[in-house]
């Protein structure tokens, strides 16, 4: 099992940036494709970014591909999701989430865990 702790959000103008972090614990990180979802209130889970287990591919949804980039640091056992050019559409909670789907996968149903999200508001 793997516990997931999320930071780095916050309020940010629109056009800034913001890196979110994904600390993990309690099993073998690299195990896991890691994901980035997002969330706004009456809303579905949104897909956002997929990493592989040791990061040689990745998945953007379209609304943010060019502007957010994920990566991760087995080492450290932290996923990241650097998010540039930020729009006020970004505006959600965010939460990171680990599989055992080798390349990761954007269907929130394939993923076992998850953190508690951490707050993106973005302001025009």
């Known amino acids: 099992q793997v516990q997931l702790v999320e930071s780095g959000g916050g309020l940010v103008q629109a056009g800034g940036s913001l890196r979110l972090s994904c600390a993990a614990s309690?099993?073998?990180?690299?195990?896991?494709?890691m994901g980035w979802f997002r969330q706004t209130p009456g809303k579905e889970r949104e897909f956002v970014a997929a990493?592989?287990?040791?990061?040689?591919?990745?998945e953007y949804a379209d609304s943010v591909k060019g502007r957010f980039t994920i990566s991760r640091d087995n080492a450290k056992n932290t996923v990241y999701l650097r998010m540039n050019s930020l729009k006020p559409e970004d505006t959600a909670a965010y939460y990171c989430?680990?599989?055992?789907?080798?390349?990761?996968?954007?269907?929130?149903?394939?993923?076992?865990?998850w953190g508690q999200g951490t707050q993106v508001t973005v302001s025009s």
């Open positions: 990493i592989s287990r040791m990061g040689g591919n990745t």
């Open positions: 309690g099993s073998a990180f690299s195990i896991y494709a």
């Open positions: 989430a680990g599989t055992r789907v080798y390349s990761g996968t954007s269907v929130y149903r394939e993923y076992d865990y």
